[in-house]
């Protein structure tokens, strides 16, 4: 195991030699778009040994989480480290060796909220890739008004009975566990009632059945809870639930803060795609010549990519008042801005790609999925309106009535 | 670069600009003007020149303060949100910036705010430099300036315009352009006060037979855009901020009163179909507001690359003041409309910002050309 603290060697050099060491050249030399993202979890099937070999790796350095502490299986890198670590793994062509809801989601509300012993139960197995999570959040009556989840887990003494269904579940399908806000008291107040609840998906009465949506892909499920049935502790301090009972509504809301300043970077499928890493204008200046004669798209996608330029220097701005002391609900507007302007994108680019961008495997890939993905940037993780009413209330102070 | 964000000396800055300028220049200033006819107040000019803001882009060897374009945004900025009217983008950014190019000597008479300037340069209804026709013609060593020039902002009152002048070439051509530094009284030039909405002064210049010598170019002959080009972009600058400050301001008037105004029985701005239009137009001017900041920190560390971001500065401004200015009028309702209130103002301003040193339009176009299509 490296320990980057007690090595003589400047990080720069350190990192950037575990890099090349332990992550396979093929890898790195196999373009973005070819290489398929490792999720881990139990029935993880890996695309190649390489891909095995760089988790396990990454992973006993503590470079999957590299922020966290050692001891819960992080690297426990400064921030200034963990900038150099990406700059180094961008710069050696690295793909990431983990992606998955425990390290967004589970992993930072766990840190936050957790007891010391889940954290040491938890957050390893998330950190080597061993358990895959998903989050059960929104319910069939409980999209944009969460807060009135009707999944409820009844108190059976030394177990929690929880009956009903999640709906947007991400990979559910492919989920060991789920993370999931159960309504443990249905007399309080709706925020009041929640508990934030970490479940087995090999408990006897979970079922997923996936969605299929527009786009053709179908990333989320509706996850079913019939009588299941959840021990009230995995050990001695390690409850079921994060936080307290009846208060997961606050381990929910600080974790959807947190995943809308993410979103706003540009939302779901805007990140590879079409573009493969391009600028707009880059992508533009390679179309069929004459495309961008026709006046009309000219100045759309001349607005866009003033747009686009004026968001990025936000993004920059709003990441330094973050370091700096936090953007607090101000965060609703990066979701807010940022995915708007990313279906605009996809409109634009549609109308650029015309007969070839309609075909769903044509010249330009998948770009007709892309767009229809795109329509979701504004849905999940809070709705473009329940950011506008976030803005209105909290950030202009508008009254409610 | 340099953070966006600001650092502690700009937001002392602009907490000291504000409060100034909420004191010296409030919105009623600008009725003043306006009911007075005299486009701005000439001992609010003499104020800011003791404090330093006409030198703020002037070397501290020829009495300038010397902060930076990023400083001039955060003080035309604050200007913006009072509407406060001065020959501040004319002398002290655009002139400055050019005089400086050219190791001009006459730098400290725009410090210290004696010296003020107005820059000519269009001649139709829309931005172009280089579309300049004003003829410059050669007799022996001096030259003999004949043309019109049009919408020359402080053209009125200056006491000295840098004037764009076709030396060479055609009009649509860049090069072959000469900037001279005349006297605004030289013998036959003449001046015309255009009246405009925003109660400032712009005015027509009109050119038959000026004499210029050698002495009064600026930089090269035949190569004016090489210091008016940054000089341009410095102005541009400075007006997004400004427009910014504007958007700012006529947002807060709107927030204020819908959070007062009341209908049916209720405060107005519970009804959220104002309440998501008051949203979106807080969240424009927070992404205009980057733009800004990022226009002033190219100009001060790498100004010869400075287009693309000055563009998307006046292009960003130039709308989300349009927005706002409209909401602003209609969240109003009929008071919105009256002469008495003063949202007309920044209406009235934001419309001759979007044009004066190049629309929309204009700057997009530039922002593609630098984009690559």
């Keep these: ?401 | 670069m340099t953070s966006l964000m600001l650092n502690e000396d700009e937001t002392m800055l602009r907490d000291s600009a504000r409060g100034f300028l909420d004191d010296a220049a409030p919105v009623k200033m600008l009725r003043t003007n306006r009911d007075s006819g005299r486009a701005y107040d000439p001992g609010f000019w003499k104020e800011m020149a003791q404090m330093g803001w006409t030198g703020v882009l002037v070397p501290e060897e020829a009495g300038g303060s010397d902060m930076g374009h990023r400083a001039a945004g955060i003080l035309a900025e604050e200007m913006g949100v009072t509407l406060a009217a001065s020959p501040f983008i004319s002398s002290a950014v655009m002139a400055a910036t050019a005089l400086r190019g050219a190791a001009s000597d006459r730098l400290s008479g725009i410090a210290d705010g004696s010296a003020i300037y107005a820059i000519a340069v269009d001649e139709g209804t829309k931005h172009g430099p280089e579309k300049t026709a004003l003829q410059a013609e050669r007799s022996g060593n001096a030259f003999r300036l004949s043309g019109r020039k049009t919408f020359v902002a402080d053209g009125g009152s200056a006491g000295r315009v840098l004037v764009l002048a076709r030396t060479a070439g055609a009009p649509g051509e860049a090069a072959g352009l000469t900037l001279f530094d005349l006297d605004a009284d030289r013998a036959g030039l003449s001046r015309s006060a255009r009246k405009t909405v925003d109660s400032r002064d712009h005015a027509q210049l009109d050119f038959d037979g000026v004499e210029a010598t050698g002495d009064d170019i600026v930089g090269e002959l035949d190569n004016g855009m090489a210091v008016l080009g940054l000089a341009l972009r410095a102005g541009q600058a400075a007006l997004s901020a400004e427009l910014t400050g504007l958007s700012a301001g006529a947002f807060a008037m709107t927030a204020g009163y819908l959070k007062e105004r009341k209908q049916f029985d209720r405060i107005i701005g519970s009804f959220q179909a104002l309440q998501h239009r008051a949203a979106h137009m807080w969240s424009e001017i927070e992404v205009t507001a980057s733009a800004i900041a990022n226009a002033g920190r190219v100009l001060d560390e790498s100004p010869d690359e400075s287009q693309l971001a000055v563009s998307v500065a006046k292009a960003r401004a130039t709308q989300t003041a349009k927005l706002v200015v409209s909401e602003g009028v209609q969240m109003h309702g009929g008071i919105g409309m009256t002469d008495e209130f003063d949202m007309g103002f920044f209406m009235k301003r934001a419309r001759v910002g979007a044009e004066w040193l190049g629309d929309y339009g204009y700057h997009a176009a530039k922002v593609a050309a630098a984009r690559g299509f």
């Design chain 1, 1 to 401: 195991m490296v320990d980057f603290a007690q090595d003589p060697q400047p990080f720069r050099e350190q990192i950037s030699a575990f890099i090349a060491e332990n992550c396979p050249k093929e890898l790195r030399d196999m373009p973005a778009s070819e290489r398929s993202v490792c999720w881990g979890g139990k029935r993880w099937v890996f695309s190649s040994p390489a891909q095995k070999s760089w988790l396990e790796a990454a992973s006993s350095a503590g470079l999957t989480a590299a922020r966290w502490p050692v001891a819960y299986g992080g690297a426990g890198l400064t921030r200034a480290q963990e900038k150099i670590f990406r700059e180094e793994m961008a710069r050696l062509k690295a793909p990431s060796p983990l992606e998955s809801f425990g390290l967004w989601m589970l992993g930072p509300a766990l840190l936050a909220f957790g007891t010391e012993e889940q954290k040491l139960h938890f957050l390893p197995q998330i950190t080597r890739g061993e358990i895959r999570w998903c989050q059960g959040y929104s319910e069939p009556g409980a999209g944009s008004d969460l807060a009135s989840v009707q999944t409820r887990a009844e108190d059976k003494g030394d177990h929690w009975l929880v009956n009903g269904s999640k709906i947007w579940t991400s990979y559910a399908d492919h989920a060991d566990w789920i993370f999931a806000l159960v309504r443990t008291d249905r007399e309080a107040p709706k925020h009041r009632g929640i508990s934030f609840m970490l479940i087995d998906m090999e408990s006897e009465g979970v079922s997923t059945k996936p969605i299929k949506l527009i786009s053709g892909y179908s990333p989320f499920c509706e996850t079913f809870f019939e009588n299941v049935k959840v021990p009230k502790s995995y050990g001695e301090n390690i409850p079921a639930q994060v936080g307290e009972v009846n208060r997961g509504w606050d381990v929910a809301k600080h974790l959807l803060t947190h995943e809308r300043t993410m979103i706003g970077g540009g939302g779901s499928g805007s990140a590879g795609g079409i573009l493969g890493g391009r600028s707009l204008g880059a992508f533009l200046g390679s179309l069929e010549e004459g495309v961008l004669d026709e006046p009309v798209i000219r100045s759309q996608a001349m607005e866009l990519e003033v747009d686009t330029l004026a968001m990025g220097m936000t993004l920059e701005r709003y990441k330094d008042m973050a370091k700096a002391g936090g953007v607090g609900n101000a965060s609703a507007m990066l979701k807010y801005y940022g995915t708007e302007l990313n279906k605009r994108r996809y409109e634009l680019l549609m109308s650029v790609t015309g007969s070839e961008g309609v075909e769903w495997d044509g010249p330009h890939g998948t770009v007709a999925a892309e767009w229809l993905r795109t329509k979701a940037n504004s849905i999940e993780g809070g709705t473009t309106e329940v950011m506008l009413d976030i803005i209105s209330k909290r950030v202009l102070e508008l009254p409610t009535k």
